[in-house]
């Protein structure tokens, strides 16, 4: 038998290459930065506590807990001081290997990955033996080790995260189990046996229990949600038919191509080269912006205000799968051509909602606001319209920029977000795009310095800072907004009370301003619009011509 047969499908075919791979133990008094994951990477935390930032969401670090981060994820580690975090860190690429011609082998890169987020591992020992072996090998192993014992090395931890047992809010519950395992193994072979053993459940009553809880059966969810990855990879890549087919579960492309017909009316190839989704169900606010921007309505029907609502969204994150039941059922009504949203609640979507629409994910933090117009507008054949927005947009921009120079030309700005918890300076994105890209007034040094790290607009958002630092960060005029929540306004009396604040310069000048929380934290293009507006009527006590 082929050894490439027993592999999971997603792994036919391809090579692995290391970009890093060390132990690494993080200081927990050196403020860790936000980087972008440029390859896939997997973390294993060996010992102590702490958190890692995924796209700015939290999560605890803690000893045998493991991570893998798909490429162009945002993610930051923090170690606390009494316990000593120290980690794991692999960071990888994929190739795909195809053939160009007779005797010709082409490597392409692989963007996606069949896994992320937190894996259960039941043997983390096992998984820490086999990062030291890859990490004794050096970054260049597959150059000047032995390729064999490498790609064999990183197959055998590959095959350790696809057999990652649920996760501990899953483990007593059987259809939540099997959804799980489908969303990791649908290229593979499935059978109604197969899910009714995962969940521990006799095929019948197994098939029952999920239609109700689901509204269809075990084996109709993956076969739509089968065919739903395949327009996935059909609208945001440019890979084979045959290749696609493979991806997404199907023997062949012939038998791909029939089924994906029977389910849609039209075959494959005429869905790549022609197909403008025109039903799209945005579970971003932001993104729903971008969608009014471009001329798009987004797609809802009679559906309730709160379908397209973010905050909902997490809120069904939190409550559990019996609010995503609930959901699932008013998007099966509606029937759309895609769902759009944010990387962080991706695998959610893609977990309860993947068998209804294909999901398409735009990156939040490593795009800016102009960026996400121009995936949006890819998405939707609104390029044309994309340009001619953002053209407007910066010559507004110019125009307010001129108009604030001649009333406080040459001044510096900093920008205040006080939460329950923390005091924040924020970069250029949110409210910082107005004030510091689009009127181009100064951001405090320190502020300045991780701005410039990475490309304007993206990665960095705002930093937290102590108190008792606050005059640190200089600045001619200070924007405060504080919270709309239990204990923000509590934080700015504490912050206020302290010395630092009264050396702060814009507050012994009395140019300290507060903004309204509603208005100037959200960025999408409506957004920013009005900010540019409410920023030069506040600086030049003139409404922006």
Not at 5 to 26: E, G, M, N, S, Y
Not at 388 to 393: G, K, L, M, P
Not at 479 to 500: C, M, Q, T, Y
């Amino acid at each position: 038998m082929n050894p490439e047969d027993k592999r999971h499908p997603f792994f036919h075919r391809t090579l692995a290459t290391i970009r890093q791979c060390a132990q690494v133990t993080i200081d927990p008094d050196r403020e860790q930065e936000a980087v972008e994951q440029k390859g896939h990477g997997i973390l294993l935390a060996l010992k102590g506590r702490g958190q890692i930032y995924i796209n700015n969401r939290p999560s605890q670090l803690g000893r045998n807990k493991v991570f893998v981060i798909p490429a162009g994820t945002i993610t930051r580690i923090t170690g606390e001081r009494d316990h000593p975090l120290t980690v794991y860190r692999l960071s990888f690429d994929l190739y795909r290997m195809s053939r160009g011609g007779e005797r010709e082998l082409l490597l392409e890169r692989e963007a996606s990955f069949p896994l992320e987020g937190k894996l259960h591992i039941a043997d983390p020992a096992a998984m820490a033996d086999l990062l030291r072996r890859l990490e004794a090998m050096g970054p260049h192993a597959e150059e000047d080790g032995d390729p064999s014992l490498y790609q064999s090395d990183l197959r055998e931890l590959f095959d350790m995260l696809l057999q990652a047992g649920p996760v501990p809010h899953d483990a007593h519950d059987p259809i939540r189990r099997t959804i799980r395992h489908m969303q990791r193994h649908y290229a593979g072979s499935l059978t109604l046996q197969t899910l009714a053993d995962v969940a521990g459940s006799h095929p019948t009553y197994y098939s029952a229990q999920f239609k109700r809880r689901l509204g269809i059966s075990p084996i109709d969810y993956l076969n739509r949600l089968r065919l739903n990855r395949a327009k996935e990879l059909m609208l945001s890549a440019h890979d084979k038919m045959k290749d696609i087919a493979r991806l997404s579960g199907f023997s062949d492309e012939f038998y791909f191509s029939r089924r994906f017909k029977s389910g849609f009316g039209i075959p494959p190839t005429s869905y790549l080269r022609d197909h403008r989704p025109s039903r799209i169900v945005s579970l971003s606010s932001p993104y729903t912006d971008h969608l009014l921007a471009l001329g798009v309505q987004p797609y809802r029907e009679e559906a309730p205000e709160e379908l397209v609502s973010e905050r909902k969204w997490i809120a069904a994150r939190k409550d559990g799968l019996a609010s995503w039941e609930l959901r699932r059922r008013e998007l099966l009504a509606l029937k759309p051509d895609v769902l759009l949203c944010k990387e962080h609640i991706l695998a959610e979507t893609r977990m309860y909602m993947g068998d209804i629409a294909p999901v398409v994910t735009v990156p939040w933090l490593r795009l800016d606001c102009f960026d996400h117009m121009r995936e949006i507008a890819n998405l939707t054949g609104k390029e044309q319209d994309a340009r001619e927005w953002i053209e407007r947009y910066e010559s507004r921009a110019e125009k307010g920029r001129r108009q604030v120079a001649r009333t406080i030309g040459g001044s510096s700005a900093a920008i205040c977000v006080i939460t329950d918890k923390q005091i924040r300076l924020y970069g250029e994105r949110n409210i910082g795009h107005v004030f510091y890209r689009s009127l181009q007034l100064a951001p405090p040094d320190i502020v300045r310095a991780e701005m410039n790290k990475h490309r304007a607009g993206t990665v960095f958002n705002w930093m937290a800072i102590p108190p008792e630092q606050f005059d640190r960060y200089e600045a001619d005029y200070l924007f405060v907004l504080v919270e709309p929540k239990e204990g923000a306004a509590a934080n700015f009396d504490r912050l206020r009370a302290g010395e630092s604040w009264q050396r702060h310069p814009a507050v012994r000048s009395r140019r300290v301003y507060s903004l309204d929380w509603q208005a100037w934290i959200p960025y999408s293009p409506y957004s920013i619009s009005r900010q540019l507006n409410g920023a030069v009527a506040l600086l030049s006590n003139t409404a922006l011509a």
